[in-house]
């Protein structure tokens, strides 16, 4: 991203800020918890394979039920990409199995709020370079995606599908932050390769970084734009192509072929009546658009006198404030670029077979990054009184349905 670049010093009092963003999430997203280690520590105990020369665990509890028995040979695979697991090694490496994985996920959770702190600030300070950006602006803005998303919802949990996700969701805010402000295309390139490989569909996110590059050379024509922007291009792509690489080899040791081919695999799993189309099909599309645009809790009789539908709700009701991402300049480079990024990464998750059980529709985080930088840019530099209205109401209901699903399992409900 040419242009202007952000300074990246911080005033004390902009650390201090930082800082106690990444407190208040922490002791947050911990108080408001299930009060227990996560059961599904598929990570801690791939960590730990990892550190005894294994790529496939050597037991198979019943409670973990998405394990694949080894074709060549003795043990289990974990399906899901491993980069949450090899974070854990020098961890596991002192506590062993009893690595708490929650207790691990929540440290990437919490410094994602501050994080969008500095999003915020950054991608305001490229449409506005000559306004001063306020403090109170983008604390608002990572109150907003700390605790008025269903980013807080994952945060609190640290389950093996949710922590990849806001494992990957961190590197994908610390790529934005870098192609905000240094903007070195290898460094941005390997920030993505690390969320693909914790969540494969945020490769995706890849295409911001590769449109917003070609839209910010002034020659005339595509081509001349991408003979310019080739040396960036090339970078990029190197630095994603080490995670990438990585994947593949990781994949062919495994399974003989350098394809994710592992969600096929495991046992039983096409059974299932959600999978009647295989695994992805563009039959699955309104199945996805049904809870993301229109799921909504229901009223009981009985405390907390709610419950919540774990196959989705809709995300003007989980975070209404993303409505001003339809606010974001049109002609804006940015906004056509983090569109790309939306449209790309929803292609692939709104034809998977299943909605992902949880507070919200929980897959559409693979693509909240973007979602909330358009919002930022949406919204501006200077937040107005409705803005401030629909950012708390976005935290009430998100408060409501963490405390709700966490404290009274009983709310949850399969519709």
């Known amino acids: 991203m040419s242009g202007r670049k952000v300074p990246l010093s911080f005033s004390r009092k ?26 599904y520590d598929y990570y801690v ?30 043990g289990f695979y974990v399906v ?11 961890f596991v490496a002192i506590w062993g199995l009893g690595l708490n994985q ?95 490989w914790c969540r494969l569909p945020t490769a995706l996110g890849i295409f911001f970084f590769v449109a917003l590059a070609l839209l910010q050379q002034e020659q005339p024509g595509w081509l001349n734009k991408f003979k310019a922007s080739l040396p960036y291009l090339a970078k990029l792509a190197a630095g994603m192509a080490v995670f990438v690489l990585l994947d593949f080899a990781y994949n062919y040791v495994r399974f003989g072929t350098v394809f994710n081919v592992g969600y096929w695999m495991i046992p039983g799993v096409l059974d299932e009546p959600w999978f009647y189309d295989g695994h992805f099909s563009l039959l699955y599309i309104a199945d996805n658009l049904k809870p993301f645009l229109l799921g909504l809790p229901m009223l009981t009789s009985t405390a907390p006198y709610v419950a919540f539908p774990m196959s ?38 709104f034809t998977n077979a299943a909605t992902g059980w949880g507070f919200g529709y929980r897959y559409a985080v693979d693509f909240y990054p973007f979602l909330f930088l358009l919002t930022v840019r949406g919204m501006g530099v200077e937040l107005k009184w409705y803005h401030k209205i629909l950012i708390i109401i976005a935290v009430i209901v998100n408060l409501v349905g963490v405390v709700a699903i966490n404290k009274f399992p009983d709310v949850r409900v399969l519709t």
């Open 14 to 39: 902009t650390a201090l800020v930082l800082l106690i963003l990444f407190a208040a999430a922490f002791v947050v997203y911990f108080a408001t918890g299930e009060g227990h280690a996560t059961w």
């Open 45 to 74: 105990r791939l960590s730990d394979a990892f550190l005894h020369g294994r790529l496939y665990l050597l037991d198979n509890p019943s409670w973990l039920n998405e394990l694949i028995p080894n074709p060549s040979g003795a």
């Open 80 to 90: 899901y990409p491993p980069f949450p697991a090899v974070l854990m090694v020098p």
């Open 102 to 196: 929650t207790l691990f996920g929540l440290f990437f959770a919490a410094a994602t709020v501050p994080l969008a702190y500095l999003v915020a600030k950054s991608a305001l300070t490229k449409l506005k370079p000559t306004t001063q950006i306020s403090s109170k602006t983008c604390v608002w803005f990572a109150v907003l995606f700390g605790f008025g998303t269903i980013f807080w919802y994952l945060s609190s949990i640290g389950s093996v599908w949710l922590i990849a996700q806001v494992i990957a969701t961190f590197f994908m805010m610390l790529a934005l932050y870098e192609g905000f402000t240094r903007n070195r295309p290898l460094l941005v390139g390997l920030l993505v390769g690390a969320s693909f």
């Open 312 to 349: 989705g709700m809709a995300i003007w009701f989980t975070t209404p404030a993303f409505v001003f991402a339809l606010k974001s300049k049109i002609r804006d480079r940015v906004t056509w670029c983090s569109w790309l990024a939306v449209l790309c990464i929803g292609a692939v998750i």
